[in-house]
């Protein structure tokens, strides 16, 4: 039987289960305010997005939502949105945004009118 990788990028983010065979990253406690089933949901969703990137050893060694990855506005809002929020730990405002972007009819060509919205600061 061969083991799952061990390595992570974030020392201390994981621990062991089935006696090293498979690795479970240990979840991100959410803020006092929020519910932790609806905080877990939004943490695995964003995780499925970030694919070999994730701290989830599922999302990370299996590819999740087959081609759908390589629409334009999904591969912009795994890449601008999601990404730079989960690394900061920032699950409420990775919500947000996509909530805003699809609001946006996807952020409009090009993503211009939410690009626009970002670097006027008003989001």
Do not use: M
């Not at 083991?3 to 690795?23: F, I, N």
């Not at 905080?39 to 694919?51: A, E, K, S, V």
């Not at 990137?53 to 759908?68: A, K, M, P, R, Y």
């Amino acid at each position: 039987v061969s083991q799952l990788a061990t390595t992570t990028k974030s020392p201390g983010k994981r621990r062991r289960l089935c006696g090293g065979a498979a690795e479970e990253p240990q979840p991100r406690i959410p803020p006092d305010d929020l519910d932790r089933r609806l905080y877990g949901f939004w943490d695995f969703i964003g995780n499925c997005l970030l694919g070999a990137s994730s701290q989830d050893s599922v999302c990370s060694l299996f590819e999740l939502g087959g081609s759908i990855d390589c629409i334009g506005d999904v591969a912009f809002t795994r890449d601008e949105i999601t990404a730079p929020f989960l690394r900061v730990g920032d699950l409420p405002s990775v919500v947000w945004h996509c909530l805003l972007i699809c609001w946006l009819g996807a952020g409009g060509p090009n993503q211009e009118t939410y690009r626009w919205l970002r670097a006027e600061k008003l989001i």
